[in-house]
């Protein structure tokens, strides 16, 4: 048997504990020390299959391609960062002037540049936070409004469960906020809330219903109507678009926001503005100088490389997230083609023509985001049970289960990995064909 400190000190297995990490290879040797008490490889070879059953990083977290055609996948870490983003983000991982001015030596306030870049994208913003994701800016926003035993008003229509079983009510109740709940759940007026404001009466708050859509006999009061009842009015749009977009109509934006009266828009930092995990907060600079000086915002507050990766998505350019969502339906159709050629032309017995088809496709926008709204594009077709083989592969391929079909959508997949793809689906047909 092959001793722990001999195969510690292995080359091969010394090298892996400097890039790895000294915990991962000794659960693997013993792994491998099992594996030759059970006569299942040589004494001999052991070194070299520690070596070759390690994990490729220190963290577990495993990069896959995106074939579902959703954009903000939740399950998939929403939205993917630019690769301007990326290198702020590498920049800004070790020591870094993060609250240091280097011109004068002095303290410098945490995250004005990304501030700055904030305000910037947003007309009309006079002041900007950044706190840790949407749900914590909307927290921070109610909690500092309705401080002191005061209440705030939101329409029943708009009390919305967010995914995971938590629910927006829940959280601003959570700090002790009191809410007073006027409307029906399809319907909710202005003379509801004029109705049900009192002297205690401190803010009103407004949640895009963003996940989810009511149509028929609906009715809801408008942001300038709320901000004209002359309370502070929060108006969280969730989605994080911050100028209107003509391909996301009914999205609401936040310089619309602020232009109809709202006193803070709060929104996600990775869903339609593509950027890191992160809650941003604009609008009035007094209410946004309360929020920052409350004792919450220190808990709710960003580390630095969300601040560089935060920043650099603002000013930077075009984001993954907007390529996807843009993507021409004839470019991908051509990219489709030539994948499926691709799969097609190589020697590859194991994938029968018929099993590889070229159908028309409508990926999501996803992330809680415009639901129901399809992005007509296209995708190559194979059988349903490459949707496990491809999952299991390296890389690892999420697709789309369709009926009986797995469908491998291009439209969150950079075409720079076109190639690598199609050698996972080709080494996927392999493992099928070979019984796995
Ligand atoms: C997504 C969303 C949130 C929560 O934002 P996170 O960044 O996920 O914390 C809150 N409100 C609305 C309307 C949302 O769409």
């Known amino acids: 048997m092959p001793r722990t400190d001999e195969l510690l000190a292995a080359p091969g297995i010394v090298s892996a504990i400097e890039h790895i990490g000294a915990r991962r290879v000794r659960e693997q040797i013993r792994l491998t020390q099992a594996r030759v008490r059970r006569g299942h490889i040589a004494a001999g070879d052991a070194a070299s299959d520690v070596v070759a059953h390690l994990p490729a990083r220190a963290a577990s977290l495993t990069p896959v391609i995106n074939a579902t055609g959703v954009v903000l996948h939740t399950n998939l870490g929403r939205a993917p960062l630019s690769a301007a983003a990326i290198e702020a983000m590498a920049s800004a991982a070790g020591y870094v002037d993060v609250e240091l001015d280097l011109t004068s030596g002095r303290r410098s306030r945490r995250g004005a540049p990304a501030i700055s870049a904030l305000i910037a994208a947003v007309p009309g913003a006079e002041a900007g936070l950044i706190v840790n994701n949407g749900a914590a800016a909307l927290l921070l926003a109610t909690t500092v409004l309705g401080q002191g035993g005061g209440e705030i008003i939101v329409s029943r229509g708009e009390i919305v469960e967010i995914g995971d079983g938590f629910r927006l009510l829940d959280l601003m109740t959570s700090t002790g906020t009191t809410f007073r709940e006027v409307g029906s759940t399809n319907r909710t007026r202005l003379a509801d809330y004029a109705d049900a404001m009192t002297p205690a009466t401190r803010a009103i708050v407004k949640v895009h219903p963003s996940n989810f859509r009511m149509s028929g006999f609906t009715e ?217």
Request: proline share 8%; hydrophobic share 45%; charged share 20%.
């Open 220 to 436: 809801q009061a408008s942001v300038a109507e709320l901000a004209g009842l002359g309370l502070p009015l929060v108006h969280d749009i969730g989605s994080g678009l911050l100028r209107p977009h003509p391909l996301l109509p009914d999205e609401p934006d936040a310089t619309a926001s602020i232009a109809a009266g709202a006193a803070v828009v709060t929104c996600s930092g990775d869903k339609l503005l593509g950027g890191p995990q992160a809650g941003l907060i604009v609008g009035r600079a007094d209410v946004v100088e309360r929020m920052s000086r409350h004792p919450l915002a220190r808990a709710l507050r960003v580390d630095k490389t969300t601040l560089a990766a935060l920043e650099a998505t603002l000013d930077g350019p075009i984001t993954p997230t907007w390529s996807a969502l843009s993507a021409p339906r004839d470019a991908l159709r051509s990219r489709c083609e030539a994948l499926r050629a691709d799969l097609l032309g190589s020697a590859m017995a194991a994938l029968p023509t018929e099993d590889v088809t070229l159908v028309p496709s409508d990926g999501l926008v996803g992330g809680g985001c415009a639901p129901g709204m399809p992005l007509p594009g296209w995708a190559v077709a194979l059988p349903s049970r490459f949707a496990r083989l491809l999952r299991g592969g390296s890389p690892a391929v999420l697709a789309r289960v369709d009926r009986d079909r797995c469908l491998i959508d291009l439209r969150c997949v950079p075409a720079t990995l076109d190639a690598a793809l199609a050698e996972a689906i080709r080494r996927a047909a392999e493992r099928s064909a070979g019984g796995a």
